[in-house]
């Protein structure tokens, strides 16, 4: 069954159909109902089609991807600060990847749908609610991603949970480390005050919703995993000379 569903999940044409019943119906909520500003679109004009890694803080489980897959078919379509009317979905840009847990994607009928527009499922080898360390990506998931890098754009967030300002896992440095790919620091904000963490649910109207692409960050690949995430994190505006003094100082 699961070699089915993998096959499924390449098929290119099942992939344009799930972004434009997902776009359609997201759209509302990205576009209208809030409002979309989109800083740095140029950045992507110039990209390959492939190893292209884009980093990005983290607000909710499924508005932060789909956001971007916007984002990605309206350029494609020649849009640069907003999305504009979605003509776009009828042909989307279909060659990226996300990065998203097992467990999450499994949780529901949802979940297991958006897999179809290219999720990459990873194995957690930490407990979100437990105190056992951070320890990065099991290697056959490093596989998995490494093998997309090849073909596709990917989408990760290096924090892998949507607290705000929580340390970043090594797994995506090691990534970076190893294959060396073209990385599009990306900061969100405005998600979490828009929509529930979960699911596709609207939390509060005519919210900003905002989505900064920045330069290529210039990588030392020779500098170690933790200068590579510290980085990452600066880039991303997660770092803690980031973090707002009543956080610091609670």
Excluded at 1 to 27: C, D, E, I, P, W
Excluded at 128 to 133: G, P, Q, T
Aim: with cysteine; aromatic share 10%; net charge positive.
């Amino acid at each position: 069954m699961s070699k089915v569903f993998n096959r499924l999940k390449n098929a290119n044409l099942l992939r344009k159909l799930v972004h434009f019943t997902v776009g359609m119906v997201t759209y509302p909520g990205i576009a209208i109902i809030n409002k979309l500003r989109i800083k740095g679109a140029d950045v992507l004009a110039s990209l390959p089609q492939s190893n292209v890694l884009f980093v990005s803080n983290h607000q909710t489980y499924f508005l932060d991807v789909i956001t971007l897959f916007h984002i990605f078919s309206a350029v494609k379509w020649g849009k640069k600060d907003r999305l504009g009317v979605p003509y776009y979905l009828l042909n989307p840009f279909t060659r990226v990847n996300y990065v998203a847990a097992e467990q999450t994607m499994k949780s529901s009928w949802v979940s297991r749908l958006f897999l179809l527009a290219g999720g990459i499922t990873v194995r957690r080898t930490w407990n979100e609610n437990s105190k056992e360390e951070c320890r990065g990506l099991d290697p056959s998931d490093t596989r998995k991603i490494a093998r997309s890098l090849l073909k596709n754009w990917i989408i990760t967030f290096p924090q892998g949970t949507t607290t705000p300002y929580a340390p970043a896992r090594k797994g995506t440095a090691l990534i970076i480390k190893h294959h060396k790919p073209i990385v599009i620091p990306v900061v969100i904000s405005g998600f979490s005050k828009a929509f529930y963490k979960t699911g596709m649910r609207l939390r509060k109207r005519g919210t900003q919703l905002t989505v900064t692409f920045k330069e290529p960050l210039q990588i030392d690949y020779n500098a170690s995993v933790q200068e590579i995430t510290a980085q990452l994190m600066d880039a991303i505006e997660q770092s803690e000379r980031f973090m707002p003094d009543v956080l610091k100082h609670p």
